[in-house]
């Protein structure tokens, strides 16, 4: 296997860190920091070692998914050609009646939709070629995560270090079902749809590389990912979801609004699905066309805060507006704001032993809205000014380290010397637009998780639980430099974030306090109520552009128009996020898990 014949995608995993649940109506945004951690998806085309029906003089080919990292975690697809536009898919029987596999609506829609999608862009005989060959090979599909993804605890439950995690081989076997496992909330769902449909995109020539870049080329093409991906993990879930998460493995980090409904609502009513091999089968004669849907251009992926379906009023972001005035009007192609942590703030996640039953508490909150709505919307409108006031502050921090990169630096490296409940004596010992700035956000940061945690009593769903509560405090409390953090997304007890000041130190000051990372840690460690260990995913970056800013400045420039907004540059913490394209061997550890696989079979 020659990194030539590969095709490698990865997707990031999501950390919601504001917009938990008003995030599922297009009025109000969520900022979502995509992470390091990502999923690959790895498709060669292997030959088969019989030859059998799946050559190209059959109109049925295979597809064969495989997930080392878990016992005997195995799908097999054939998919059946029906004329120059329309297939049936089905799982194989053997791999369906298997305990270890059985059905993955993530993988075998992911598969039919991709598929699908290729037979209207390219050919049926385009779609053959891409998959078989005459020797009867067939496309070999491995997915793995990094290891992240899943909580690598040992045996008696203790979490491990960042020390011993670091030491863990990448893509480490779990050594278990793939039901059994115990997930840390990155969103491994969501991230492996989209890295297989991506990589299943460009296997069957529906988008492209770009040289230049080395990643899928264009927006035209990534918002063709996305909206495949979306219509794919939707189907999955049998509803069209809040989407932020899938949003974030294409787009990276951003400020998310929910597209429309009716974008994919049509297709997920059609109840498209795929059937097991022997079964009967259905006809393909009634398939809607996908491309109507799914083109970038369809309006109903444009999210708008004044659309349809949104309520209770809201108006664009700064964050937004950054974003929009780059924007070619209507012949855009939908994509987020990108919205990327400022220099020197960095995030830390956390592995928690417990879990929660997301959507039960999602059902639960939406019932209560309902049955209360005047208070619900009270803390809507409270919550939304928290978020709105999050994602401008960290905006504001990255156009104040723009305009005077060494004021900023030299705020900050203040800062991260005190505990952030001192930074108000701070400022006003030190008066400074970027100490300013990092109150104001600590502040939001406050707001939003007491929010939360108000809803949360108030609708008697465990949103952000006392126990969670309690560690978060103590973390702020007992670690310098941490803005703040919360539990994300819809809450619970999967997980907890905090964001905290990284930043070299000055060389004419005295700082003797450990590494912030390591002060955390060491909180955590010592904490009894709760087994909390770290993880090693940082904050990943935007997709295809390093921030909103720097489009209107180069939209402005185009047009002769001088530019007032700094130019910003990288983060300089972050790496480039979203969908990406990889050479086999550019990820450590990666052409070794899947050799040992194969070794195995």
Not at 332 to 347: C, H, Q, W, Y
Not at 433 to 457: D, F, P
Not at 490 to 511: I, M, R
Request: one cysteine or more; a negative charge.
């Amino acid at each position: 296997m020659t990194a030539q014949d590969v095709t490698v995608v990865s997707a990031p995993g999501k950390v919601l860190i504001a917009g938990g649940y008003l995030v599922l109506e297009p009025a109000y945004p969520g900022l979502v920091i995509s992470t390091t951690s990502r999923f690959y998806t790895v498709i060669t085309k292997k030959k088969a070692k019989q030859a059998s029906s799946s050559t190209t003089h059959s109109s049925q080919l295979r597809i064969s998914v495989q997930s080392p990292q878990f016992i005997d975690a195995k799908w097999d697809y054939l998919v059946e050609l029906q004329g120059q536009d329309k297939c049936l898919t089905r799982q194989s029987r053997e791999s369906y009646e298997n305990s270890n596999a059985g059905k993955n609506p993530f993988v075998a829609l992911s598969i039919l939709y991709a598929v699908r999608l290729a037979l209207e862009a390219t050919s049926a005989d385009d779609v053959r070629a891409a998959i078989t060959d005459e020797h009867g090979s067939y496309l070999d599909v491995n997915v793995l995560a990094d290891n992240d993804f899943y909580s690598q605890r040992s045996t008696d439950g203790s979490a491990p270090s960042a020390e011993a995690l670091q030491e863990i081989p990448p893509f480490n076997a779990q050594n278990c079902a793939i039901r059994d496992v115990h997930k840390t909330g990155l969103g491994s769902s969501a991230a492996m749809t989209t890295s297989l449909v991506g990589a299943l995109l460009v296997q069957l020539g529906v988008v492209h590389a770009d040289p230049a870049t080395g990643g899928i080329a264009g927006d035209e093409a990534l918002a063709l990912v996305h909206n495949t991906a979306q219509l794919a993990h939707c189907a999955a879930q049998g509803k069209v979801g809040s989407g932020f998460d899938v949003s974030a493995a294409v787009w990276g980090s951003q400020l998310y609004r929910r597209f429309d409904k009716e974008a994919i609502q049509g297709l997920l009513d059609a109840g498209e699905a795929v059937g097991v091999e022997g079964d009967d089968a259905s006809s393909s004669s009634d398939q809607l066309e996908l491309a109507p849907f799914l083109d970038p251009r369809n309006r109903s992926w444009q999210p708008s805060p004044l659309g349809k379906g949104s309520k209770g009023g809201s108006n664009p972001t700064a964050v937004e507006g950054l974003a929009s005035a780059s924007s070619t009007g209507g012949d855009s192609i939908a994509r987020p704001a990108p919205l990327e942590l400022p220099p020197f703030v960095e995030m830390m996640l956390a592995d928690v032993d417990a879990g929660s039953n997301t959507p039960s508490m999602v059902g639960k909150i939406l019932e209560w809205r309902k049955s209360n709505p005047e208070w619900a919307q009270q803390m809507w409108t409270i919550l939304a000014a928290g978020n709105q006031t999050l994602a401008d502050g960290l905006l504001a921090l990255r156009l104040a380290h723009a305009q005077n990169s060494a004021e900023y630096l030299q705020a900050v490296q203040l800062a991260s010397q005190h505990f952030s409940k001192d930074w108000d004596k701070i400022v006003r010992e030190h008066p400074s637009t970027t100490l300013t700035l990092l109150v104001e956000v600590r502040n939001a940061m406050r707001s939003i998780q007491g929010g939360m945690r108000a809803l949360g009593r108030q609708a008697g769903v465990p949103v952000e639980p006392d126990e969670m509560g309690n560690v978060i405090k103590a973390t702020i409390d007992g670690a310098h430099a941490v803005l703040g953090g919360g539990v994300p997304g819809a809450g619970g007890y999967d997980a907890l974030f905090v964001l905290y000041l990284k930043v070299p130190k000055a060389e004419d000051t005295q700082d003797n306090n450990l590494p912030v990372e390591k002060e955390i840690e060491g909180v955590w460690s010592h904490w009894k109520a709760l087994s909390v260990g770290p993880l090693l995913s940082k904050a990943g970056g935007a997709a295809g552009v390093i921030s909103s800013a720097d489009q209107v400045h180069s939209a402005l420039l185009q047009q002769g128009a001088p530019s007032s907004l700094p130019v910003l540059s990288s983060s300089g913490n972050t790496e480039a996020g979203g969908l990406r394209l990889h050479s086999l061997d550019d990820i450590k550890g990666l052409r070794q898990a899947i050799e040992n696989a194969a070794s195995a079979d």
